[in-house]
């Protein structure tokens, strides 16, 4: 069901299904941004202690104790990025993909009309 005003987005469900229609709608991309994030840092974090564990470090100015060098960040963040971007893709990212290009382009405009009756 398409809206003619973006500001009936929210009243409309809740009006219809209750205030945990809300929920129903962003709990899909909230749960697989949490799993794409923990598969970044958790990567992130694994990168850090390989290059820590193979020499990639300076010694710190107080205390003496080994870290990771500025290029060492460097890379570890590449790598951990490659890695998501080697990642599959979010089944709700698909899903959403898939029901947008369902939907007619005339709807789409036909919506867009209402709003600026130019």
């Excluded at 398409?2 to 219809?16: A, D």
């Excluded at 100015?61 to 060098?69: E, H």
């Excluded at 570890?76 to 698909?94: E, M, V």
Aim: charged share 10%; net charge positive.
């Amino acid at each position: 069901m398409l809206l003619p005003l973006p500001f009936q987005s929210i009243p409309t469900p809740i009006s219809h299904e209750g205030v945990l229609a809300l929920y129903k709608g962003a709990t899909p991309p909230a749960v697989g941004w949490a799993a794409i994030d923990s598969l970044l840092l958790g990567s992130l974090h694994n990168y850090r202690l390989f290059f820590l564990r193979h020499g990639m470090t300076e010694p710190t100015p107080q205390t003496g104790i080994p870290r990771l060098t500025l290029m060492a960040h460097g890379v570890a963040g590449l790598f951990a990025g490659l890695t998501r971007l080697c990642a599959p893709k979010l089944p709700s990212n698909i899903l959403l993909t898939s029901v947008w290009y369902q939907v007619p382009s005339s709807q789409h405009l036909s919506s867009f009309s209402k709003v600026n009756p130019d």
